[in-house]
């Protein structure tokens, strides 16, 4: 999925998680940030009231409930509420309201947020990163309720200011609070932390895109415009099955970025009377419907990602347990011999030079005679350990027998190669392993290397490092040995 692996490294832990962590203190500038953002999006709401109407479109309260729920961990949040209470009252006075009034809508939102925070901030299992179908079925209803409970006091403040109806006034708070939040938090839950390192690699992905990557994006683009120039009611609906592409292709946070596009151009366009011309003259019940179906076009793209999202954890992990050994986590059998082809023809065409390692633990038979499997299993998981923390980037280390273990490494000649064997035959030797009755082993590895030539089939390479794995073993266990063809030729004969 386009960009999703580099998303999912640097999102933010969730926010629901525990701990004992002190809370830290935002920032000043941090602060200021947030006024001037709240204070923008509440004069922005407040525009989109238009002909004595409640605001088509309110996405103050989303907004906050995103910083709040992305800081929530260890951070001291009621400088967050002062500041974004004061950026609205502010924008409230500024287009015309007393400070009485400013201060009951601020409250209402205040009662809005909170109840959805609170829910949401202790939901057992919910995922906020909504890569689980349910998750994000779970963010609606959570909104919803949170959206229900302040439309009934704002639907009495409503209906002081602009008149209409109480069911109707309370009716179009409700849903203009819901769009809010079903299409603005799933973008600001999935969307990366943008250290330099993702933004520069967003960027760079977005530069080498091919025409086929695009074309979900392009046909969206083509959707609003046709709907701009057919106009009718049925033009709201042109976007949907670009939307549903753009699921399949893309991001969980992409998609989400694209629906509230497509929410956004809708309002706009539909308020001033340009997309679809009728809209703007639909009578108020009629309103409040198009807004529901507004809404539900932009939540079935982003299930159809959410899906699309968990199907591919789900095959990610199927794919790890099949090319894993599940004692150590290093590669299988297969995988490492799959790879290391793979590797070795690349090598082959540029001429690199590379070398396999194979390490045989000696005496490893007695472990698990004299003090079980359990025991053998933590050595092996030692061993693996060991392996990580002295091969480089680029090297492939697997499992491929009970206590055998292969290594192709890199761009690497046989003198290289020797001395990554010698540390690793060293901190094997090195490393205590106490077992759970508190024995404390000592073990070593023999370690056979073979350089590869300039064609050197995969078969080939291993049976050379195998004899120089047995020249090891007849010089005494304990020790690194290169092959020598001119040796070791009979060695296993």
Sequence with gaps: MLLSNTIMRSVNAPASSKSNAPARKLSLRFLSFVFLLIFSLSLAGISSRHHGLLAIFWPTNAVLLGLLLKHAKHTRLWPLWLTAC????????????????????????????????????????????????????????????????????????????????????????????????????????????????????LFFKLKSLNRYQWAPFLALCCSAMLGLTLGGTGAVAFPVLPLLWCALSYSLFCTSLLSLLFVGWTLCLSAIGIIPSELSLLAQDESISLHLGILSIALAPMVTASITASRNDAVRK???????????????QQTFYQQAQTQLDWYTQTHTPHCMLILDLDHFKQVNDNYGHTAGDLVIQTVAKVLRAELRDGDIAGRVGGEEFSVLLSDCDPTQANNIAERIRLHIAKTPITLKNGHVLQLTTSIGIAHAQKT?????????????????????????????ASQDKTILN
């Excluded at 199927?318 to 299988?332: F, I, P, Q, W």
């Design 86 to 201: 004061s950026a609205h009252i502010c924008a409230e006075l500024l287009t015309g309201h007393s400070l009485g009034l400013a201060l009951i809508l601020s409250s209402i939102q205040v009662i809005s947020i909170s109840v959805a925070y609170y829910l949401l901030h202790n939901t057992i299992q919910l995922d906020l990163h909504l890569r689980r179908p349910h998750s994000l079925l779970q963010l609606f209803l959570i909104a919803a309720f949170a959206s229900l409970v302040s439309a009934i006091p704002g639907g009495l403040v409503s209906q002081q200011i602009f008149g209409n109806s109480y069911l109707y006034n309370a009716s179009l708070w409700f849903v203009a609070e819901q769009l809010a939040y079903s299409t603005l938090l799933p973008a600001m839950l999935c969307a990366p932390r943008f250290t330099p390192y993702v933004t520069r690699h």
């Design 456 to 484: 050197c089939e995969l078969n080939k390479l291993l049976h050379k490092a195998d004899k120089a794995l047995y020249r090891a073993k007849a010089n005494g266990r304990n020790c690194c040995h290169i092959y020598n």
């Design 318 to 332: 199927l794919r790890y347990l099949a090319e894993h050994d599940s004692l150590t986590g290093l590669l299988n």
